[in-house]
């Protein structure tokens, strides 16, 4: 089976396309190489560089399947440029599927997020249990991210039939390691916190909950997905998460895990002010378990020690490049970029 993966040079998608290619298909990237080609090394893909603004027919020829993950993938570069957020996020996955529709292709996954379960009716009080989120539970997302994704799913599914079969991954916030690493996201901003400042900042006392998965689970998910049975997942939405945690509980694993490896290491927990906005809330696995026979189990614990194996951890300054930081690296780009008009501004 021939896969196309949107994003598939980012952080997931690499993880994702080497999964693909063990699963014995043939991965297909499609990305602006936001962070470079370095993450493909080792890959067997053929790899494309454009832009899902911009389709082109021919990316389609012999494809069988799609995964889509290309797009702004967290809240401050989505802000950013809200109007280019819009572009990628939900004009571009309407386009994609419209493609897929023109070319055949039935199996179609989508890489949206649990922040669309972020409304302020259950996020106004970190101390306060944000309810249990299931596929059912309305949702009003509020940020410019989490409204971009919602309307993309919007759009998918109203595209759903006979002849094309998609499948709606909300994945929760994804920890662990990836050959592009990520350090904007709470485990791994924890891990390179320890250190690179030997400090953790909790904001707001870090009584917040989120989901959570590892980026392995969350590529198995959309590998699993290109082969199972149609009829069951076509047109449907899955929460992906191993558990919930509140935040305050990521930084003790983080801590407590660096003080096994480094017992002379003194790694402190700063209590700092609560966010303008908070975000807390929790979802249920459940359908996913039910329907694909599958849960995430790979524990925030074991991808920290996995990480901190990986990682350069003896190197501090390695963790500072700004490659692993989505915002500091889009706004360095766009400044770079300002005069070579390749595709317009970075956007
Ligand atoms: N990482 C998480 O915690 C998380 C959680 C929920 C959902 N998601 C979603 O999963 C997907 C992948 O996330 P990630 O963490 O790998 O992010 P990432 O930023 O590492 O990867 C996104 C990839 O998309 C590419 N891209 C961006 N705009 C593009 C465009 N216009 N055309 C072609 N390629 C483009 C980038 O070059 C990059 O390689 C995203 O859609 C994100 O919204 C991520």
């Known amino acids: ?72 993938s967290n809240d401050p570069t989505a802000e950013y440029n809200t109007e280019a957020n819009r572009q990628m996020n939900t004009e571009a996955t309407d386009a994609l599927v419209r493609a897929c ?7 179609f996954t989508f890489a949206s997020s649990a922040s669309i379960y972020d409304r302020e009716a259950c996020s ?8 249990m989120c299931d596929e059912a539970t309305p949702v009003e997302p509020r940020g410019a991210y989490s409204t971009s994704k919602r309307r993309a799913e919007e759009l998918i599914l109203a595209q759903a039939d006979d002849t094309f079969a998609p499948v709606i991954f909300r994945q929760g916030t994804v920890y662990g390691y990836s050959p592009r690493m990520r350090f904007d996201l ?64 990521l930084a003790m694993l983080v801590t407590g ?47 920290i020690e996995d990480m901190l194996r990986r990682l350069p951890i003896d190197f501090p300054q390695e963790f500072g490049n700004p490659r692993y930081y989505n915002i500091a690296w889009m706004s360095l780009l766009e400044e770079v970029h300002a005069e070579q008009r390749e595709f317009g501004s970075i956007y």
């Open 124 to 131: 106004d009080d970190a101390h306060r249990s944000p309810i």
């Open 257 to 303: 895990s660096l003080a096994i490896l480094k017992p002379d290491w003194r790694v402190e927990i700063v209590e700092a002010p609560a966010p303008a906005t908070v975000r807390n809330y929790r979802m249920s696995n459940s359908k996913l378990s039910n329907v694909f026979d599958f849960t995430p189990s790979v524990t925030v614990l074991e991808s």
């Open 101 to 107: 529709k023109r070319h055949g292709i039935r199996r």
């Open 186 to 249: 709470v485990v791994n901003t924890f891990i390179k916190d320890a250190i690179l400042a030997r400090k953790l900042f909790l904001h707001g006392g870090g009584w917040m909950w989120r989901p959570l998965v590892d980026v392995r689970d969350v590529a198995r998910v959309h590998v699993m997905a290109l082969t199972a049975p149609l009829d069951p997942i076509r047109g449907q939405i899955f929460n992906v998460l191993e558990e919930n945690y509140q935040i305050r509980q």
């Open 1 to 72: 089976m021939k896969v196309l993966v949107t994003g598939g040079a980012g952080y997931i998608g690499v993880v994702l396309c080497r999964q693909i290619r063990e699963a014995g298909h043939e991965p297909v990237v499609l990305d602006r190489l936001f962070w470079g080609r370095s993450p493909l090394a080792g890959l067997d893909a053929t790899v494309i560089r454009g832009d899902i603004r911009q389709l082109d027919d021919r990316w389609f020829e012999g494809i069988d399947a799609v995964c889509h993950l290309g797009g702004l």
